[in-house]
């Protein structure tokens, strides 16, 4: 008897139907001897609905109001889910984030899990019962109300199953694992039956969206193996595992992507120490995300260009900020770019074999798209080119490193 | 400086623009120096969509899980009216049921407020903020989320009121005070300016409905002025008052009616100490809540018959709870009908004067209606008549008692 934490995303209890539908999956995985934790969504479209409603009020909505706000949609399926589970016989009990509890620090909107307290759940368990879990939300030490951010419903599974140290942590959603890319811009994409923690962390957070960040790297802290299956149909999904020995052998993984960036340059920044924490401070302090960070010396070599990317909804405001810092750096210009797109190759074989990052570069000049910026880790090479080169680039790569070929 | 709890009905908050216009009169007492507690109910018609979705999944929804779910009706209020108040400058903080903490028992779906916390509401108002509070929701000694049941609201408000020691509660609705009846049946009848807790009470729970009766009880028992009052307008109200000498010196306060219950009735009984508690202790253990309560000795006079009413939505289980107790006390036939309406004098005039009574039946006799039931107590007589009758009645008693003139 395991015990395994499953997670459906807003698209598998998008419906009356599809909630009756999960609620028969996790019956089953119960009647085969397992003792099942369901972390769920909002219905789909819920979340967009509240903020709606939220924006026709205010434009910048409190943050503390909209995480009262947004908090009701899983909510309303956790009830839900536990009375279609009640209606076939199978005992359920739901729970908010502040019931679990789930304790997160006060960052409203995008607040981290702090510590989960599984007394209540294991209680639970123990009578026999299936419970049901609030996902994308906690509580803070004041008892606020707070959410993890959009897809923070992956982390809470993942944090409850470390918490309650589970065999397993399913995550169900409408695709059926992880791809070498996205089968909507390469129909040749392929399924890997498993990939590293490090590999998925790439792909992640390089726009695949099969799972969100930061459950991934809660996954690899705790060590929670972590399985991305559909909730459509059935199938073994795709496994994230521990042991690189067991992956495939391929050199690349997959190919990431993200339409959802922007990039900000400051040019002519006078190359001193600090200068880094000076651009970024005022950045982070207004709790903006930053990913690509690029700099340069200058063609005049006493200055510095700067470049960053940040996701796109921060752009207007990122730019406003780095505007005022540059000011006060006597920077030359300020300048920035939403019309971006990343492009990254994501693999740890690529660790030990020259002459990739020449191939991918050769193989979008082939292409004539033109590579704006360039980013390197072990296991990626990332390119930022215009944006209408997304696809062109995508699909070029994943046919040049043929990862359309069974492994 | 008065402390005011301000409760706003789901008509009051149904849309962006009605949320907007509460925000606008809040703030106005907010500004004339009042400390301001507002508590709000779900936005209109969102209950219902609630209730909806549950019933797809399931007929009889577990209570537990429907709590879970209805209690985000309110909860999607509180949020959006703070960012309403903060959005003109009204600071502003909302509370859910559990965070206050409003302390129920443990009965789903009709819970009762046992004790509330005042601290965390009394320390946002010492710090100048507007405190909004979700009506109609609790949360028990375990945890779990709990609702008071349909129109709790009201007594959320009042219950609140009477921890913070208020000055005064108002309840603010669609309608602008109490009437001597049902403007909508009666044209003719007219706004009172005050009237007694008493006179409330009967008309509140006979079906006016411009009160919930627990909420009335819990002003009387606390001693809390309580003003109700519309929200599309300007105006006083109508205030309930325990002095009785201030009251208006009519006869009768108003007339009531109710045609959401259902009666049922137990024929040939043992005449045997004992009968009545073995006819309604099922009933009540079944969280059903009984009316009119009549008993008459049979022809026979060895036996009794007895007739109670519920309400028409526990008419089909409260039949088959009675038939099943009927089998052991050997009655003879058990019946019911929920084509009835109750129709009730209301004042506290009444105590000193006689012939209202006969002046009652003989105005309903006038206009061929038939009493199928009576009943009486020190401020109120009510009659029981066939539902298609109520309209009729009413107005007919309210020409005959002159409650159209003013005063």
New interface residues.
Partial sequence: MSLIVQKYGGTSVGS?ER??AVAQRVQGWRERGHRVVVVVSAMSGETDR?IG??R???EQ??P???D??L??GE??T???L???L??IGCPA??Y?G??VRILTDSAHNKARIRDIDGARITADLDAGRVVVVAGFQGVDEH???TTLGRGGSDTSAVAIAAALKADECQIYTDVDGVYTTDPRIEPKARRLDRITFEEMLEMASLGSKVLQIRSVEFAGKYKVPLRVLTSFGEGEGTLITFEEDAVEEAKIAGIAFNRDEAKLTVLGVPDQPGVAHKILGPISDANIEVDMIIQNVAADSATTDFTFTVNRNDYPRALEILKETAKGLSARQVSGDDAIAKISLVGVGMRSHAGIASKMFGTLAKEGINIRMISTSEIKISVVVDAKYLELGVRALHDAFGLGEPS
Same sequence: chains 1, 2.
Avoid: D, F, Y
């Fill in positions: 009356i909630i009756n509240l409603l939220a026709a009020i205010q909505p409190k503390r109001e909209l009262v706000l908090s009701t909510q309303v956790i009830a839900l536990s009375m279609a009640e209606g009990r739901s908010t502040g019931q008892g606020n109300i």
